[in-house]
């Protein structure tokens, strides 16, 4: 980002300015116009990570679901015994 917005009512650059009052406004304006970034990237990273966390542990309990209905359709169909041949 090279300009100052709208710093003095209409599109302006800091190409633009040539004194130091306004160079000096410009540049407050900016450092607080890039801390709101700042705080507002740390909190959809925040979200980001807790969503991620969430879908990990619901994907971790669907698995966990399917893995006993699984041992139960498996029980259903062979019963409690497991293949095992005979030793001669």
């Known amino acids: ?8 009512g209409y599109e302006v650059t800091l190409e633009q300015l040539t004194d130091y009052q306004s160079l ?18 740390q909190k959809l990273k925040a979200r980001l990570a807790q ?5 990990a542990v619901q994907l971790r309990l669907q698995i966990d679901e399917l893995e006993s209905e ?19």
């Not at 969503?51 to 879908?55: I, T, V």
Request: overall charge positive; proline content about 0%; hydrophobic content about 40%.
């Open 70 to 88: 699984l041992a139960r359709q498996r029980k259903k169909l062979f019963g409690d015994k497991s293949e095992q041949r005979k030793q001669a």
């Open 51 to 55: 969503l991620e966390g969430k879908e």
């Open 1 to 8: 980002m090279n300009g100052t917005g709208d710093v003095l």
């Open 24 to 41: 000096l406004t410009a540049a407050k304006l900016l450092q607080a116009e890039n801390s709101a970034l700042v705080k507002m990237v």
